[in-house]
């Protein structure tokens, strides 16, 4: 009866607030918060903002996030380009005349039906995917009803130029962007981007970018979080044309930090093609003058060889550093028998000791050593929910500001804000973790007010944050060239 008794006070109780906020919806959150605590219901539930853990968490990333002390001036980036056309999935499908279906993965698309499998596999799943579109005329008619599709959006696209117009907005920044820069693409580039006149041409390379929203469906078909799904017929950057332009243009621009991205292009050209051009690329990159530090930004693959080449051609070990995200690890781990790659696919949030491991095992395996004439020392590792930098100790400074700028930017950039917009962004990250799963790891409680998490491995040191993920994103493409390239921005290299 006392138990009824409490209830029903409470209740009361409860009906009153209630009143005095519908009478007084000025009345200060404190007063509130007190007169539900008098409830003894426990404490209210922190509003979004300064106090909540999103708001204490990019405070804290704000004065932690420090520009290194000596900073890059020159940054040449290549070197693939192209135009991104950005519209509904669904939409798209149902312009075509497509119906809703069974989805089915595609390592390559021949036809509309094949799009439409490969689409609904990968929003099934709302993982982000790329494909290439082997028939052309096929893939141009697509092209021109997406473009002229209403509420379609044109943007820079590919990772070079994403790269590139990131750095730009540093107005104390030189950008150098080699690659096939045609007139559409031209004039959505910033001013601060220079293309030299050898990679210009005269017809744009589209890609289409086929959106969907978080819980957003289609038939029986919903979409467990927001992405994006990729595909062209590109030829130019399939076949890595602009590399030479690139390295060339080098000795006059002399930058001191160089970007490039494109690998993964390759994967429509055939076997003999790919293992040609990987060695010129092995060429380009030794070209490159020593002590100018080379980043390599990956990106979505299906192709196991063409990532075990990229691997065991020793292009790793020709890079300083490297970018890439929860797929494209897993994808090298199963393609160079690493760590963990019994696994098929992630399950929900990547395993952060799972994800260490692999890391640890690239940079022991391909890295920089006393025994191995190796330039790897660095990788930045972003998936939705957290960020890792991983780095061999010695070699770079400042790292602690570069991954909390990367996350930072994540959770600015989808949801197209100045700063940080705690209403608008949640934490996803996982509140405890062990770092290792293959060796002696340590358990970790993740504190918002200290959100970079350090811990050491055998001479490689880890840098771990939480990214605030926007709950509503504008737009999810190219989230990860603006991560690399803040990460780098942030960075700073140890001349040796």
Known sequence: MALWRASAYAGFLALAVGCVFLLDPQLPGSALRSLWSSLQLGPAPAPPGPGSPEGRLAAAWDALIVRPARRWRRVAVGVNACVDVVLSGVKLLQALGLNPGNGKDHTELRSRNDLKEAFIHFMGKGAAAERFFSDKETFHNIAQIA?????????????????GQKFAANSDLKVLLCGPVGPKLHELLDDNVFVPPESLQEVDEFHLILEYQAGEEWGQLKAPHANRFIFSHDLSNGAMNMLEVFVSSLEEFQPDLVVLSGLHMMEGQSKEFQRKRLLEVMTSISDIPTGIPVHLELASMTNRELMSSIVHQQVFSAVTSLGLNEQELLFLSQSASGPHSSLSSWTGVPDVGMVSDILFWILKEHGKSESRASDLTRIHFHTLAYHILATVDGHWANQLAAVAAGARVAGT?????????????????????????????????????????????????????????CKDPVRTVGLGDAISAEGLFYSEVHSH
Request: hydrophobic share 40%.
């Open 147 to 163: 473009s002229e599709f209403p509420g379609a959006q044109h943007y820079v696209g590919g990772n070079a130029a994403l790269i």
């Open 413 to 469: 950039q989808a949801c197209a804000t100045e700063t940080i917009d705690t209403r608008r962004v949640s934490l996803k990250a996982p509140r405890e973790f062990m770092t290792s799963r293959s060796a002696a790891g340590s358990r970790v409680m993740l504190n918002p007010n200290e959100p970079v998490v350090e811990w050491h491995r055998e001479g490689v040191s880890f840098h771990f944050t939480p990214v605030l993920v």
